[in-house]
Nanobody
């Protein structure tokens, strides 16, 4: 089972940028499909962006053109570059790793966007 640790969250003004990182350990990172989810207060957790083990990406409509997911298999790390942040992007962001029936979650990192 892979262990995940997120970092990079914080407070930013609307229009600003943040880059989230998620470092994996405990298994072969490159074979996992990776994703970022977020959960805002009172809302369900939702998929933000995903990148497969072969590098295919997909994004939620709400973040297309603003967020970019990428991975560095040599560093066992997946990133989420977030630009043009909006107050509605405020949430706890979670890293997710999946391979077949195996799935792991990080502890989450808070992103707050002030208007």
């Amino acid at each position: 089972q892979v262990q995940l640790v997120e970092s990079g969250g914080g407070l930013v003004q609307a229009g600003g940028s943040l880059r989230l990182s998620c470092v994996a350990s405990g298994s072969v990172f490159s074979v996992y499909d990776m994703a970022w989810y977020r959960q805002a207060p009172g809302k369900q957790r939702e998929l933000v962006a995903a990148i497969s083990s072969v590098g295919s990406t997909n994004y939620a409509d709400s973040v297309k053109g603003r967020f970019t997911i990428s991975r560095d298999n040599a560093k066992n790390t997946v990133y989420l570059q977030m630009n043009s942040l909006k107050p509605e992007d405020r949430a706890v962001y979670y890293c997710n790793a999946k391979r077949g029936w195996r799935e792991s979650w990080g502890q989450g990192t808070q992103v707050t966007v002030s208007s």
